[in-house]
């Protein structure tokens, strides 16, 4: 008997063509548990004929094993993976091991209720193109029943929509970036507004040809304080720039839509209402807003700065810089700045002259070996210090110039200049021929010397007769030979003391004076000293407050002779207030200090420094009827400094000074 095949059996109610219905006819049913296709049941057939013959993708898994069959509306879906057609005849659960987990309630629900399920965009991932691909399905399984009303297969109606949730998901995600945007760009234009609104800058929009003031930000508004501008055409709000150039530009920007700036331009404008119009000078930029899409010129957007002080200032600065060039022209004075980074220095002409270069740049080291060798280390060390430190230099020193066979002083004053990072970046100053200012200087040392010298000796015999005499009317204390010895004495004494310091001064600037030192007790000198002075100031009450207990290792002559000078010069400068206190202390350790309070007229704290110089009075001093002649102080910071101590001032006018000094002790 001829059993027929599957195929033979299939092709008589499965019509049609179609790849799934020639696999389906061709398989070889009788190896699944569904048997020989004579054997299916009609609902089957009927089932799978419906379903091959539809359009919709569809799957029909039957019987107990779930025995799978699909049309070729689902082939499209298993493109690009190795299941096709491998999974047609195999269980449900063995083709879909990977996604059974989503699937098998499902089915479960379906054959033992019968209730359908519905899916819509559910994500099954399967591999597919040789990767995991996130798949979307909008799927309903529904139950197929057998003839006997039997639960007997699932039919699986389904629709892949990958495409449409990707899509979906792309327009979702557009959506929101385009969400984002637009909050950006409020965002960006509300930060413009702030922008524009606290801007330091003047900014205002005239818009049309009337050039009305649309928007005015604070800044602009208070370019012209209490004039109503917002609103107003430009003409009405500021009048006085009708017939001024400015008009003319704005027009022409409004035509040619051309931007326009405009550096420290003159505009004479008011500030306020019926305010005096004066000379006012801006920096802005006129800019022209046009139509979106379009050329036609709607307003101009104005950015304004005015600089009317920066440009007095510059004209300040103009005007000093050329009489400061006049007058260093007239005081023939050279200048020359010295680059740090190179060392190059450019020397002005009178610069140049002086130090006999025939060339305007020249190497610093090209001007430093022109120093005389006595001078050279001192100079060169100042100069470092000053690089290093930004202080003032000032040095006096002889140079040889080029080609000359004598040596001549100069004058060399400078200062540096650092950039914004603190990092030094140049020297300039001024040099001044000084040789003939210094030679009369020296002739003046030495004829003072000379005389100071001549002087001496017939004082050395006054003070012999005089101290004979006085032993001769011991007797008569109140006599008046006895009172008149005494003030003649104390003349003898201010003479002595003057003639001495400027014999000390002559030796300075020679460089004769030596230390003679011996180790004595400070406190035992203060003593003395003050009582030498009690005699001479009459009517002062002298208050030797703290002692030392120290003795130090230094010249007690000279250290008397500061002390006095400090002393003589608090009686000198006290007129109404007359106590005066010494106090003897160690403040900073291996240092002894002495200070010398009075009451008296005090010194401006500008001077403080200019007291210790050569020959320095103080300006309310020059006025006044008190003799002196500026040394002792010069003389005082000299012999206190050769002892390796420091000496300084602090004062307050019309309440009194504190002249204190230092030297080390052993
Ligand atoms: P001289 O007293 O001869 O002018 P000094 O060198 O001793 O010279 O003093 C310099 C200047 O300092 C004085 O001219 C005076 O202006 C000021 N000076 C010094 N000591 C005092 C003081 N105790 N009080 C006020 N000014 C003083």
Avoid at 243 to 257: A, E, P, R, Y
Avoid at 269 to 275: C, E, I, P, S, V
Avoid at 504 to 510: A, G, T, V
Avoid at 616 to 621: F, H, Q
């Amino acid at each position: 008997m001829h059993i027929p095949n599957d195929d033979e059996y299939l092709s008589k109610f499965l019509k049609g063509k179609g790849e799934m219905i020639e696999l389906i006819r061709n398989f070889n049913w009788s190896a699944t548990s569904l048997g020989h296709p004579s054997s299916w049941p009609q609902s089957l057939i009927t089932t799978l004929s419906n379903m091959l013959n539809s359009r919709f993708p569809m799957l029909l898994w039957w019987g107990p094993d779930l025995i799978q069959f699909y049309n070729d509306a689902y082939r499209p879906s298993l493109f690009g993976t190795d299941f096709h057609p491998h999974v047609l005849g195999s269980k449900a659960k063995d083709s879909w091991l990977e996604v059974w987990t989503i699937i098998e309630p499902l089915v479960d629900q379906v054959i033992n209720t019968g209730e359908p399920t519905w899916s819509e965009d559910q994500l099954i991932s399967i591999f597919r193109n040789n990767k995991v691909e996130h798949v979307y399905w909008t799927f309903g399984y529904s139950c197929v029943y057998d003839e006997l009303g039997n639960r007997a297969g699932v039919l699986v109606i389904c629709n892949e929509t990958t495409e449409k949730v990707l899509a979906l998901e792309a327009l979702k995600h557009a959506k929101s970036e385009l969400e984002y945007s637009k909050k950006q760009v409020e965002n960006d234009r509300d930060n413009l507004n702030n922008f524009l609104l606290e801007a330091p800058a003047g900014i205002c929009i005239l818009s049309g040809v009337d050039m009305v003031y649309e928007f005015v930000n604070p800044s602009y508004q208070q370019l012209f304080p209490g004039r109503v501008l917002l609103g107003k055409p430009l003409i009405e709000a500021l009048p006085e720039v009708i017939g001024d150039d400015v008009l003319n530009i704005l027009q022409q920007v409004f035509s040619t839509g051309k931007t326009y700036r405009a550096e420290a331009l003159l505009i004479p404008l008011a500030y306020t209402d019926k305010g005096e119009i004066i000379d006012r000078y801006f920096n802005f930029i006129y800019q022209a807003r046009k139509d979106f899409g379009s050329d036609e010129v709607n307003a101009i957007s104005v950015f304004a700065f005015e600089v009317t002080e920066l440009v007095s200032f510059r004209k300040e600065i103009e005007r000093s810089k050329n009489t400061l060039k006049l007058a260093i022209e007239a005081a023939t004075i050279g200048t020359w700045k010295v680059d740090y980074k190179t060392m190059e220095v450019i020397l002005s002409e009178k610069t140049a002259d002086i130090y006999g270069f025939s060339e305007l740049h020249v190497h610093l080291s090209a001007m430093e070996d022109l120093i005389v060798a006595e001078h050279q280390e001192r100079v060169v060390e100042a100069r470092m210090l000053t690089f290093s430190s930004e202080s003032d230099f000032k040095e006096e020193f002889c140079i040889v110039p080029i080609g000359a066979t004598n040596s001549k002083w100069v004058k060399l004053q400078g200062k540096t200049y650092n950039d914004m990072f603190g990092e030094p970046m140049f020297m300039t100053g001024t040099v001044m021929d000084i040789s003939e200012q210094k030679i009369d200087e020296i002739r003046k040392n030495d004829f003072i010397s000379m005389v100071s010298h001549e002087m001496k000796t017939p004082l050395t015999s006054i003070n012999l007769y005089v101290q004979l005499l006085k032993m001769k009317t011991e007797e008569d204390e109140n006599g008046i030979l006895s009172k008149s010895l005494k003030k003649i004495t104390i003349q003898l004494k201010k003479m002595e003391s003057l003639i001495n310091g400027f014999l000390n001064i002559s030796r300075l600037e020679s460089g004769r004076i030596y230390l003679d030192n011996e180790l004595f007790d400070l406190d035992l000198l203060i003593e003395e000293i003050i009582a030498d002075n009690v005699v001479m100031a009459q009517g002062f009450e002298f208050n030797f407050r703290s002692k030392s207990n120290v003795s130090i290792r230094a010249d007690r002559y000279k250290i008397g002779s500061v002390l006095t000078n400090l002393l003589g010069n608090a009686v000198k400068y006290s007129h109404d207030r007359k106590k005066i206190l010494v106090d003897c202390s160690i403040k900073e350790p291996g240092f002894i200090c002495v200070s010398i309070t009075d009451q008296g007229m005090g010194i401006s704290n500008k001077e403080f420094t200019k007291l210790f110089e050569r020959y320095y009075r103080s300006e309310s001093i020059k006025a006044s009827t008190i003799s002196g002649f500026g040394i002792g102080l010069y003389l005082s910071a000299e012999i206190v400094l050769l002892h390796g101590g420091k000496i300084w001032v602090d004062s307050e006018m019309g309440t009194g000074s504190v002249f204190n000094f230092t030297l080390p002790i052993e």
